[in-house]
C-alpha cells in the first residue's frame, strides 16, 4: 500500500512532443504517419524513473551525460523496455555528443 501519491496514481500523464524545438524526427512520423497529421499515442508502463541532464546551448554538455542516461535505463530496459520523454534542450545536448538520430541514442 503506497503512503504517498502521485499523479500517476490517479489519472495518467499527457506529455505534448514539442516538434518545433526537437532536433529528432517526430515520433509519429518515425510510426508511419504524416507530419501533418495529429496522432495520440498511447503507452503503459511500470513506472517512472527520473534522471537530470542537459545544460541547455549556454554550456558543453556534460562530459559522459550520454552514459548517465543509459545507467537510468538499465535496471528496467531488460524487463519492460523504456520510453525516455527528454526536454530539447537535453535531445540538443545528446545531438552535440552525436547523437543526431533517435536511431543512434537506441542503439
Given at each position: 500500500m503506497g503512503t504517498q501519491g502521485n499523479a500517476v496514481n490517479l489519472g495518467n500523464?499527457?506529455?505534448?512532443?514539442n516538434e518545433k524545438d526537437s532536433p529528432w524526427t517526430p515520433f509519429h512520423v518515425q510510426r508511419?504517419?504524416?507530419?501533418?497529421?495529429?496522432?495520440v499515442s498511447v503507452f503503459f508502463g511500470y513506472g517512472i524513473a527520473q534522471g537530470q541532464g542537459g545544460l541547455g546551448s549556454a554550456m558543453k554538455p556534460v562530459?559522459?551525460?550520454?552514459?548517465?542516461?543509459?545507467?537510468?535505463?538499465?535496471?528496467?530496459?531488460?524487463?519492460?523496455?523504456?520510453?525516455?520523454?527528454?526536454?530539447?534542450?537535453?535531445?540538443?545536448?545528446l545531438v552535440t555528443l552525436g547523437y543526431d538520430t533517435k536511431d543512434k541514442l537506441y542503439d
Open positions: 500523464i499527457i506529455i505534448v512532443e508511419g504517419f504524416k507530419k501533418e497529421e495529429n496522432i562530459p559522459q551525460f550520454d552514459q548517465g542516461l543509459l545507467y537510468n535505463f538499465i535496471p528496467l530496459t531488460s524487463i519492460f523496455g523504456a520510453l525516455a520523454v527528454l526536454d530539447p534542450l537535453v535531445a540538443q545536448d
